[in-house]
């Protein structure tokens, strides 16, 4: 994200500045949550619930706000450069629209795209009473239906589930901190989103027998309407810079189990001077010695 030229007046301005302007590896994207002039109890308990799950990385803005996110998105904008978040979710109710949600991300503090959603069933953290994962845990996120993959909206919408549950990015992982599944599921029209405990039983073996336990929340949603940014200007967003960029390496290839392969390239070798082993059936005998100076002596005679 940029940021204005603004020239800091204290240190504490510079060091405020200093961790909002661009770097090659960006920020871990936080989310702010916020409730509309008319949200019912519904949907301020989800907006409460996906904050308990986006902890630490998320801003619950506890007073009502009245917008529409679809007809005018500054004061989205707004809330995204005061709390610095990329991610939002807006949760509102009216007769026309109950139970309404919206997620979306931002781009350069401006709405990138946004999805509006809407809760049919919804069963909250409380309500399920099982033993919770702790809180910062990174979910492994799975999704299941033929149409995040075909449609359009759908397409999108699973990029926006994965930019808004993914956490943290790591680079190495214990078996022991595989305990967070937040499965997506598209089926007749709906989004069904479950959360899940992993638990880890004795199986008899070196590989455990894996259980999962619901732990909330749990929801149903529809889909209604969209705002989905331009290829040209999704595929800006997308950019990665030169220097993150992998560099090629020539020669080199790897197969579908991750084996690595080189390529060498070497001159061609003359086998007649190839050392061999030194055997009494092998050595020359003195006929073939002869014959064969004799004809290295006529190769000389017809290149002079």
């Known amino acids: 994200m940029e940021r204005d030229n603004i020239k800091p007046k204290t240190k504490r301005a510079k ?9 090659l590896s960006e920020n871990i994207k936080n989310a702010m949550l916020i409730k509309g002039g008319n949200a019912n109890a519904t949907v ?10 986006k902890k630490p990385y998320g801003v619950l803005y506890k007073k009502k706000n009245i917008t529409r996110p679809f007809e005018d998105q500054t004061s989205l904008e707004f809330f995204s450069k005061k709390s610095d978040c990329s991610l939002f979710m807006f949760g509102s109710h009216n007769k026309k629209r109950p139970n309404n949600l919206v997620i979306g991300r931002m781009y350069d503090y401006h709405v990138l795209d946004m999805i509006e959603l809407g809760i049919e069933k919804f069963v909250s953290l409380k309500d399920i009473k099982n ?16 149409d995040f993959d075909v449609t359009e909206d759908y397409r999108r919408l699973k990029s926006l589930f994965i930019d808004f549950f993914r956490g943290p ?33 004795k199986s008899g073996c070196r590989t455990p027998r894996i259980e999962l336990e619901e732990i909330g929340p749990s929801l149903d949603l529809v889909l209604r309407r969209t705002h989905l940014a331009s290829d040209d200007l999704y595929k800006l967003s997308m950019k990665m810079p030169k220097a993150l960029k992998p560099k090629m390496k020539k020669n080199v290839s790897q197969d579908t ?6 390529r060498i390239h070497m001159q061609k070798q003359d086998l007649s001077k190839l050392q061999t082993r030194k055997m ?10 002869i014959a064969e ?12």
């Open 257 to 262: 189990f991750g084996t690595t392969y080189g």
């Open 44 to 53: 301020t308990q989800v907006l409460r619930d996906v904050y308990s799950l």
């Open 169 to 201: 990015t790591v680079s190495n992982i214990r078996l022991a901190g595989l305990e967070y599944v937040l499965h997506f599921t598209a089926l007749n029209g709906k989004i069904h989103f479950r959360s899940y405990k992993l638990l880890l039983k």
């Open 293 to 304: 100076n004799e004809e290295t002596k006529s190769k000389k005679i017809k290149q002079n």
């Open 280 to 289: 009494k059936g092998l050595k020359k005998r003195p006929a073939e010695r």
């Open 15 to 23: 060091r405020f500045l200093e961790k909002r302007e661009p770097k």
């Open 131 to 146: 033993s919770k994962c702790p809180e910062g845990t990174k979910p492994m996120l799975i999704f299941a239906g033929n």
